[in-house]
T-cell receptor
């Protein structure tokens, strides 16, 4: 089955600097890669996603890149702010029997922005 | 309130007891999911449902039972709770078949099994 590895598990950066979180996946059939942000005491919330027919996607300070050949994708946060402190999860899609897809999640990265 | 809700938010129980975690969504989404979140493991899928009366196992289904008699509800039951089932449980829903449809997560239930 699909396996998603996420690194690093913790990341601490100075406010204003950039943060990069990397994920690798195993199933070459995966075609959808979302990133979720989880704040303390809350459920994960989608912040950006990318489909396999696109190499890069950007939304303000957040960008995601995808390298299908190498089976890895990354989240880039620029000009980090204190409110970016959270746990971030990557995920990759995997076909399930009913014809739709399920998500397999990485282990999570705890990002801390230092003022 | 619109959205996806879970109850209870916190639960403490004892080994061997039956526990049911509730999940309710108001969007009429077809798909619903149960995950558990443990340190170092991220989110792992327990069970999912494609529609009312259609459910299937995820990665870690042992010790759990689900049902879905109505589209909006997807309860998760621990038939005989064990300490290893201490975790934070998240319910999620998504509309339709398209793989790029966003999954919306509930606020979670923190379960402690003593």
């Amino acid at each position: 089955g699909e396996n998603v590895e996420q690194h690093p598990s913790t990341l601490s950066v100075q406010e204003g600097d950039s943060a990069v979180i990397k994920c690798t996946y195993s199933d070459s059939a995966s075609n959808y890669f979302p990133w979720y942000k989880q704040e303390l005491g809350k459920g994960p919330q989608l912040i950006i996603d990318i489909r396999s027919n696109v190499g890069e996607k950007k939304d303000q300070r957040i960008a995601v890149t995808l390298n299908k050949t190498a089976k890895h994708f990354s989240l880039h946060i620029t000009e980090t702010q204190p409110e970016d402190s959270a746990v971030y999860f990557c995920a990759a899609s995997m076909k399930i029997i009913q014809g739709a897809q399920k998500l397999v999640f990485g282990q999570g990265t705890r990002l801390t922005i230092n003022p | 309130d619109a959205g996806i809700t879970q109850s209870p938010r916190y639960k403490i129980t004892e080994t061997g007891r039956q526990v049911t975690l509730m999940c309710h969504q108001t969007w009429s989404h077809s798909y619903m999911f149960w995950y558990r979140q443990d340190l170092g493991h991220g989110l792992r899928l327990i069970y999912y449902s494609a529609a009312a009366d259609i459910t299937d196992k995820g990665e870690v289904p042992d010790g759990y039972v689900v049902s879905r008699s109505k589209t909006e509800n997807f309860p998760l039951t621990l038939e005989s709770a064990t300490r290893s089932q201490t975790s934070v449980y998240f319910c999620a829903s998504k509309p339709g078949l398209a793989d790029y449809n966003e999954q919306f997560f509930g606020p979670g239930t923190r379960l402690t099994v003593l």
